[in-house]
């Protein structure tokens, strides 16, 4: 299927659509976070039943798509980056957090950008980093609540992130060691 034709798959529309909401959350963020907390909160809502529903879709439509594969979790990583770092200019976000959380991501994308060129790969997220990424995105949204009932649930789930973040970053450089052993023995044969 050509490259073309994929973008329009409904997952993946809604892929892009969760880049292009970064657009009015980021000024709502940036110039109303009081007044407008409400509306920010329902775009961040949006944004996450989106990424739900995408995956659901692509799979119910049979539209599994080589450009989903990549979209799909390079819209969350956008997503949960730009979020992240408005909220640590607003000094609501500890920039620790947002570092660790940066770092994983850039370093899952120059695995997935090597193992793609060199090799025609792409690697699938795993559970665990799934469940980080939710941990993560749960986060930021109860930080844009912003209510101070919430502060120790908020603390806890910065130490549940760092674990599903270090465990889900060990379980895909894992995978990306075997596919590049693979693919070199696959080499060596031919």
């Known amino acids: 299927m050509p490259l073309n034709k994929e973008i329009f798959y409904v997952s993946n529309l809604l892929s892009i659509l969760r880049i292009i909401l970064l657009i009015p959350l980021s000024y709502l963020m940036l110039s109303s976070f009081e007044t407008q907390n409400n509306l920010i909160i329902i775009l961040v809502l949006c944004m996450y039943f989106s990424d739900l529903l995408d995956g ?8 599994v798509s080589e ?15 730009v979020m992240a770092i408005i909220l640590v200019y607003l000094d609501r ?9 940066v770092a994983r991501d850039v370093l899952i994308l120059i695995f997935g950008i090597y193992l793609n060129r060199k090799y025609k790969l792409t690697l699938m997220s795993n559970f665990p980093g799934k469940i980080a990424v939710f941990s993560i995105g749960l986060i930021l949204l109860l930080t844009i609540i912003n209510s101070v009932y919430l502060t120790g649930v908020i603390q806890i789930l910065y130490f549940l992130s760092l674990a599903l973040i270090a465990y889900s970053s060990y379980l895909y450089y894992n995978r990306f060691l075997q596919s590049v052993k693979l693919q070199e023995s696959v080499e ?3």
């Open 93 to 101: 976000l500890p920039l620790w957090f947002v570092i660790v959380v």
């Open 56 to 63: 659901y879709l692509a799979r119910m439509l049979n539209q």
């Open 67 to 81: 450009f989903g594969k990549i979209i799909d979790p390079l819209a969350d990583k956008i997503s949960v980056t």
């Open 188 to 190: 060596r044969k031919n």
